[in-house]
């Protein structure tokens, strides 16, 4: 499989008091119905990450803010396809969110995180977040 075969993606690591938000998708949907995921989406062809990010975190939360450190990545191989889920943590303005994909969204405490049914390709991600830190913010964990 080459690079151009993989489906590129980014998700937002997004903290308010000492949380981190999660989205489930709608159980309707075909892929991962029903499952927990960080918000994120596809990055298009000639789109930064930071920008797919951006727009993706609008399109489906009407949420503004900045992409901030790039917090890791990883590759997993789903039944259709496979993913390479990059990770940033992203500064929300603090305005309100509308779910537009998504049926649920929750503030999660990083160590409830595997808690969840979580995509398989967000479960790393997740793993490190969940790991007791001392006092440190999220974006400190992964620098």
């Known amino acids: 499989m080459t690079e151009d075969q993989i489906i590129q993606a980014v998700v937002g690591i997004i903290e308010s008091q000492g949380k981190v938000l999660i989205l489930r998708r709608d159980p309707q949907q075909a892929v991962l119905a029903g499952r927990w995921e960080f918000p994120g989406g596809k990055i298009e062809v000639h789109e930064s990450p930071e920008a797919a990010l951006e727009r993706e975190l609008f399109e489906e939360l009407n949420m503004y803010g900045k992409t901030l450190a790039f917090l890791g990545e990883n590759v997993h191989h789903y039944s259709y396809g496979t993913v390479r889920l990059q990770a940033?943590?992203?500064?929300?303005?603090?305005?309100?969110?509308?779910?537009?994909?998504?049926?649920?969204?929750?503030?999660?405490?990083?160590?409830?995180?595997?808690?969840?049914?979580?995509?398989?390709?967000?479960?790393?991600?997740?793993?490190?977040?969940?790991?007791?830190?001392?006092?440190?913010?999220?974006?400190?964990?992964?620098?």
């Open 88 to 143: 940033f943590h992203f500064a929300w303005d603090g305005g309100p969110l509308t779910l537009r994909v998504h049926d649920r969204m929750l503030w999660v405490k990083p160590t409830e995180l595997l808690e969840y049914d979580l995509a398989e390709a967000d479960r790393p991600i997740a793993v490190k977040l969940a790991k007791p830190q001392d006092s440190l913010t999220l974006q400190r964990r992964f620098i």
